[in-house]
Structures are given as structure tokens and as C-alpha cells.
């Protein structure tokens, strides 16, 4: 694909735009005297119709907002790859859910997303009988091993951890496949934030390398073999991250070590994948703001999560404050 060929969609992502979850309208919303009037500033975003607001309510409208938005860009994007890559999470995030449900002997059915590639009432269906013949490659192999060590360990983190870096990898095959710079540097973003928290993860859990090695992802622009150094030579992980994307994150890192708060890092984290995006704003037209619109749409989902979710909480303005990421616009 040429830059080009995105040229028309390009200018509808540009136009969409404006109607992101601004700074500004997460403001509002947080400062509105009830939770409806809440939800009303999403009308500006491109909302509706609006549920009451209730989990089940925010829940549906959620879903009905991602379907829309893969649904839309998906009809004009000269690439495919460009979509599917967003809708993998998707796919696996159901396969977790099944596995967990099925080990444990429920019904999950309500925290099936019908986002992904596969149908979340057909994957259910194969997951219970077994046949996964005709899923994705990768997909079917990494579902059989994480029920395989699930079903032999009884822990779901292993399990987990087996259906992620199939899902890593399958992102970064997209990408490759795709020939897109920007979506490749996206890939790699996720990669080496989700390497940053395992990173963390493992050093408060007083674990050594050897754990290390076995929970963290290859496709980073961070070697692997250069973080396991870092970590037997004691490199303080700002000075290792010094000249990365991630170093404020790095820093926001070093004092959870200390013993500090876990939500600053990975606000940080988030934070700094959203500013790799932001150089999407001055590419005139390609793929690159479709993917940045893609992925700034799934952290406005997820802001409108945290706010109205902390409002039915009862948790105050600034706790909820502290846990939001930096809008892209």
C-alpha cells in the first residue's frame, strides 16, 4: 500500500478527530453534579443512544461503540491487516475468559467481547467441543498449550502469559506482513511497555532472571538479553531506559521498587505508547492516522471505563483523576 491509497480515509480520520474524548470533556464529565449528565458529554463524542447509567449500561454501550468504530473503518481501509491488528485483542481476551470459565465450571458468556476475528458464540462452541480446526494458526496452538498448563498447573497466570505472547506475535506478524513503519513501531511500543511491567512485575516479586527470561516478549525495540544484564548487574532501570520512549515510565518504575504506587507507572507506560501515536499528527495522510485513531479510540473506551465506573464507585474526583492517560488529542 501507498501512502495514497489512504488518502480519502485519511481525511475521514482527521475529521473524526474532533470528536474524541478530549482532556477537556474528561474534565467535564468528572465534574458533572450526577452520573447521567456524565455519560451526556459522550453525545459530543459521538455517542448515543445513551444507556442509564448502570455497569450493564456502560458495558453495552462500550461494545456498541467499538463494534461501530471497527465496523466503519473497516469499509474503507485499503488494508485489512490495518483493522484485523486491532481486533486480535479481542480474540484472545475471549479465549482467557473460556479457558478460565471452563476450568472453573461457569458461564462467562457476558465477558465475551464479539469484536475479535472469530465470533465469541463460535469460539465458546469450539472451545467445548474441542475442535478448533479452521482458527488462525497461531491462535489454535496457543490456545491448546494455555489449556494444556492450565488444566496441568491450575494457574491461570501461565495460562495467560501463553495466550500473550502468541498474541504479541501475532501483532507483530501483522505488522511485518502490512509493510507499515508506523504500525511496526506501534508493535514494538506494546512490546517493550508489556516487557517494562514484567520487568517490574518479577522485581517485586523478588524473582530472579531465570523467571524473567521466561515472561518476557520478543519484538521490542529493548533486547532481551540487554534488560536480563541490566537486571544481574543492578542498572537502575531509569538509567537502562534513559534514551528509550519509555524513561519517564522508567523513573515512575524505579520509585514502585522503592516501594511507591503502582498506578503512576502504568499511567507512565500507557502514557508513553500514546506519545509515540502523537507523531501521527503531523503525517499528512497514510496509515499511520488511521492506526493512531484506532488505537486513541480504544483509550477513550477506556477513560470513559475508569470515569464512569469511579463515579458509580463513589471514588472522588481526584482519585479517578489520578488513574486517566493522557487523551491523544
Known amino acids: 500500500m501507498k501512502p495514497y491509497d489512504y ?32 455519560l451526556e458529554v459522550l453525545r459530543e463524542c459521538g455517542y448515543g443512544p445513551l444507556p442509564p447509567p448502570t455497569h450493564q449500561g456502560l458495558d453495552e454501550l462500550l461494545a456498541r461503540q467499538r463494534q461501530a468504530v471497527l465496523e466503519d473503518l473497516a469499509a474503507f481501509v485499503p488494508d ?12 484472545y481476551h475471549n479465549a482467557k475468559v473460556l ?25 465458546e462452541e469450539r472451545l467445548r467441543s474441542g475442535n478448533l480446526a479452521g482458527l488462525p494458526a497461531l491462535f489454535h496452538a496457543a490456545i491448546q498449550e494455555a489449556r494444556e498448563v492450565l488444566n496441568t498447573t491450575q494457574d491461570p497466570q501461565r495460562s495467560d502469559f501463553i495466550l500473550d505472547r502468541a498474541y504479541y506475535q501475532e501483532l507483530d506478524r501483522l505488522a511485518q506482513e502490512s509493510g507499515s513503519g508506523f504500525l511496526t513501531g506501534y508493535v514494538r511500543a506494546l512490546v517493550d511497555a508489556a516487557n517494562l511491567r514484567s520487568l517490574v512485575r518479577t522485581r517485586r516479586m523478588g524473582k530472579g532472571n531465570d523467571f524473567l527470561r521466561g515472561v518476557l516478549f520478543p519484538g521490542g525495540e529493548m533486547d532481551i538479553q ?13 538509567e537502562l531506559y534513559h534514551s528509550s520512549f519509555l524513561n519517564q515510565a522508567a523513573q515512575a518504575a524505579d520509585q514502585v521498587l522503592a516501594g511507591g504506587s503502582l498506578t503512576p ?62 487523551a491523544y488529542v
Open 7 to 38: 488518502l480519502f480515509l485519511s481525511t475521514r480520520v482527521r475529521s473524526l478527530e474532533g470528536q474524541l474524548l478530549t482532556g477537556q470533556r474528561m474534565g467535564r464529565m468528572l465534574e458533572a453534579p450526577n452520573d447521567q449528565e456524565a
Open 226 to 238: 540487554r534488560i536480563l544484564t541490566a537486571v544481574d548487574t543492578g542498572l537502575a532501570l531509569e
Open 265 to 326: 507507572f502504568e499511567k507512565a507506560c500507557d502514557d508513553a505508547v500514546t506519545g509515540y501515536l502523537a507523531q501521527a499528527k503531523y503525517i499528512p495522510f497514510g496509515d499511520a492516522p488511521v492506526v493512531a485513531y484506532l488505537a486513541a479510540k480504544e483509550n477513550e473506551f477506556t477513560a470513559v471505563r475508569i470515569i464512569m465506573s469511579g463515579r458509580m464507585a463513589g471514588l472522588d474526583t481526584e482519585t479517578i483523576r489520578e488513574r486517566l492517560r493522557e
Open 80 to 91: 485489512p491487516q490495518v483493522v484485523e491488528l486491532f481486533r486480535l485483542r479481542y480474540d
Open 99 to 123: 479457558l478460565k470459565a471452563q476450568a472453573l465450571g461457569t458461564d462467562a458468556s457476558r465477558l465475551l467481547l464479539d469484536l475479535g476475528r472469530v465470533p465469541k458464540g463460535e469460539l
